[in-house]
């Protein structure tokens, strides 16, 4: 076993050069709360200012938010680039007007034919084609009529993605088909101007719901309506201002639409936290006699030191996502992280003036006795009860581990039935156009009519004399394809250099079988076709480009792991100095994001509970939820690491006792943490009720991710863990020591 230390070593030569931190950085964050208590009125007004400049700057120059999956490089964005080159009316992104009569679309030529003619003038369409054939001609089979002539669709393809558009553009797609609105016809849009015509998420039943039960349980646990108030005020302001950020940097690069939405969540929820953590200090030492600008002082200087390292925890965590190469990630991380400096600065500065201005008037309304973090000296058995319960761990702390592996295990079962894809249309609500068009496609058509697939042949490098053999050669293996309900003739474009065509699967694009019908297209079936021509063969379209993003996304999922988890070690073994401490809070928190995975698939891909939370039946897990939960989540868990553990490193310091270390600081951070944690819960929760169903999924995920966290994790294993690995938790190789950076995540110097 790793050598401890003796309990007959003294305090001072225990702490080492890690225990205190650097004088200077204590001493700055002290100074920094004194003077923003001090100053509370300017630090308020300055707050204040700056929500307001960020929020007229946003309203003036602010960008938009759209969903752009494109991946340069890959297979679905090279056929788009071949097709553009040589048949520009084929290429770009397709998207449907769906069209339905009870009685018959024939009836409505002229309409149709004004309506796709509008429609081929506006901005950015490179073109438009009815549905109904020539006069007198039939309707050919597998076309845009159904066969029973109520349902057709008016191709539409634009130069550019319609979700990167400006809502404004329906303005003209809806003048475009006000005649055949105006004779009866029902018109809804398909793909991705369906998706422009959604309404933008609106958070504030979410945001008022997660503020509710805030409220009640910070009057429960602090009993002061006053303390209650001030961490909702400051993650407010803060998550206000960190949007408003957000909305600027969103006018020099496009975000997703899901960007401000994952952004709130993660702000209020750490906001609340961050604030909470402060706030506890300060009222213990008010109560302790304190006077106040002091204790906002000390409150910074040693609570907001572990506020200060969790945040930057968070955001490295977020910031791992940018190793996936993928831009939409790495933006959806740089959005969450805006809102958690936001967050961290806020409880820095304008809790701190909050505090200084009401003074010794914190509990001035109170709801039964005040109470702050409670808790005796360190091997105190009279204390309270989480120190009974502490003791009781420590003297099974065997049972206590296998229960609670056992129960992250029993959650974590269904992860090894995953299946990663896209969320179609068929999940939304019919209250979208969305919807309607694609149910109405999918009776019409057949499910896989809403995701067509592209196919291209560059035959560029190809002798002419050998193009008609290549031609052939492609037809014969698209003959019979299984898995397509059709497979239209291969067409030649105007210069002879690239053959394309259309298959539609016989699945929904969301389904596993059309993925696998993409993979078995691109790897084998159309290369194996031109084998030793010099042809090169594509699969594009929007399902398609949606099977390269996931395929990415999954090859880099482990890359992502790695990456994060290795980060987030190094800074626990940084900051506590405990090699064993470090492993320890990483191999949980594996577990515990292992059960909030299992608990997604359990929901929404096998479909337990699923209809409850407003989802059309199974679903798959959205390729990239996996990946952001796990940066988010490993960040989260950490703070909750942190503040535990520094309560447990800084009683051990004190004495030298692991077990009255863990006894002490579970009785202390206990309450408060499953203050934390139940907030923080109900504000991801809260987000279930959004019309989004992957922030459903995110809220669901990180709902119980940070429950599993506080529970399972904090109260059984933590203190299982720690008393199994007494003084040895804290050994650190000499080499290691040596080498690390010395960071104090709550130190004691900052008492009065």
């Not at 581990?401 to 609500?429: K, M, N, R, W, Y």
């Amino acid at each position: 076993m790793p050598p401890s230390v003796p309990p007959s070593t003294p305090p001072s030569d225990r702490r080492g050069p890690s225990a205190a931190g650097p004088p200077a950085k204590r001493a700055a964050l002290r100074r920094l709360g004194e003077w923003c208590a001090r100053h509370s009125v300017l630090v308020i007004v300055l707050w204040i200012v700056a929500l307001a400049a960020v929020q007229a700057s946003n309203k003036t120059v602010g960008g938009e938010y759209s969903d752009d999956f494109s991946l340069p490089g890959s297979q679905a964005q090279q056929g788009q680039t071949v097709l553009q080159a040589h048949v520009p009316a084929a290429a770009g992104t397709s998207s449907q007007v769906v069209l339905h009569d009870p009685q018959s679309l024939t009836g409505f030529a002229p309409q149709i034919s004004q309506a796709v003619t509008s429609l081929t003038q506006l901005p950015h369409v490179l073109g438009a084609q009815g549905p109904l054939p020539p006069a007198g001609q039939p309707a050919p089979p597998g076309g845009p009529l159904s066969a029973d002539g109520l349902t057709g669709y008016i191709t539409v393809r634009f130069d550019t993605n319609p979700t990167l558009l400006d809502e404004d553009y329906l303005d003209g797609v809806d003048a475009a088909v006000a005649p055949l609105r105006d004779a009866g016809v029902q018109v809804e849009y398909g793909g991705p101007l369906g998706e422009l015509a959604q309404p933008e998420p609106d958070d504030r039943t979410s945001e008022a719901i997660g503020f509710a039960v805030a409220i009640v349980v910070l009057l429960i646990g602090f009993r002061s309506a006053v303390a209650a108030g001030l961490p909702l005020v400051t993650a407010l302001f803060a998550a206000v201002v960190g949007l408003g950020v957000l909305g600027l940097i969103a006018a020099l690069s496009t975000f997703a639409t899901v960007a401000p939405t994952l952004a709130t969540m993660i702000g209020i929820g750490v906001g609340i936290d961050y604030a909470l953590f402060l706030l506890t200090r300060h009222r213990q030492n008010l109560m302790d006699g304190v006077d106040p600008v002091a204790s906002a002082g000390q409150a910074v200087a040693t609570s907001g030191r572990a506020v200060l390292v969790s945040g930057c925890t968070v955001i490295i965590a977020l910031s791992g996502l940018s190793v996936s190469g993928i831009s939409f990630m790495a933006k959806l991380g740089i959005a969450a992280a805006v809102t958690v400096v936001s967050a961290v600065l806020g409880a820095l500065t304008l809790l701190p003036a909050l505090m200084g201005l009401i003074g010794r008037r914190m509990d001035r309304i109170t709801v039964g006795r005040p109470i702050a973090e409670a808790g005796g000296a360190p091997g105190d058995e009279a204390a309270g009860v989480w120190h009974r319960y502490a003791r009781q761990v420590e003297g099974r702390p065997w049972w206590y581990l296998v229960a609670g592996v056992v129960a992250l295990g029993i959650l974590a079962i269904p992860l090894f039935s995953i299946q990663l894809g896209h969320i179609g249309d068929g999940a939304d609500s019919t209250d979208f156009t969305d919807r309607r068009a694609y149910d109405l496609m999918s009776e019409a058509f057949g499910p896989g009519s809403n995701g067509p697939l592209t196919l291209v042949v560059d035959q560029s490098a190809v002798p002419a004399e050998n193009r008609p053999t290549v031609q052939a050669s492609v037809q014969q293996a698209l003959t019979g394809l299984p898995g397509a309900a059709s497979v239209s003739p291969l067409q030649l474009s105007p210069d002879g250099l690239v053959l394309f065509n259309t298959v539609v699967p016989t699945t929904s694009p969301q389904e596993q079988a059309t993925t696998d019908l993409v993979d078995r297209l691109s790897d084998t079936v159309l290369p194996d076709s031109v084998t030793g021509t010099g042809a090169k063969t594509y699969v594009t379209g929007n399902t398609a480009a949606q099977v390269d993003f996931l395929d990415i996304v999954s090859s880099r999922l482990v890359l992502i792991i790695a990456v994060v988890v290795g980060l987030a070690f190094l800074i626990i073994l940084a900051v506590f100095r405990g090699l064993l401490v470090a492993v320890k809070a990483a191999v949980l928190n594996l577990l515990s994001i292992a059960a909030s995975y299992g608990v997604l698939v359990a929901v929404f891909q096998w479909g337990w509970g699923g209809p409850a939370l407003g989802v059309n039946g199974t679903v798959p897990i959205e390729s990239y939820v996996p990946m952001m939960m796990f940066a988010i989540v490993f960040g989260l868990s950490m703070d909750y690491e942190i503040f535990l553990l520094s309560r447990v490193h800084e009683a051990w310091l004190r004495t030298g006792r692991s077990q009255d270390a863990v006894a002490h600081a579970l009785e202390i951070t206990a309450r408060v943490i499953s203050c934390a944690a139940l907030i923080m819960v109900s504000v991801f929760a809260a987000f279930i009720v959004s019309d989004n169903i992957v922030i459903k999924m995110m809220g669901l995920g990180l709902a119980v991710s940070v429950l599993v966290d506080a529970t399972i994790v904090r109260l059984l294993l933590v203190p299982a863990v720690m008393t199994l690995l007494g003084a040895s938790a804290w050994w650190t190789p000499r080499f290691l020591d040596r080498i690390l950076p010395h960071i104090d995540a709550e130190g004691e110097g900052e008492k009065a």
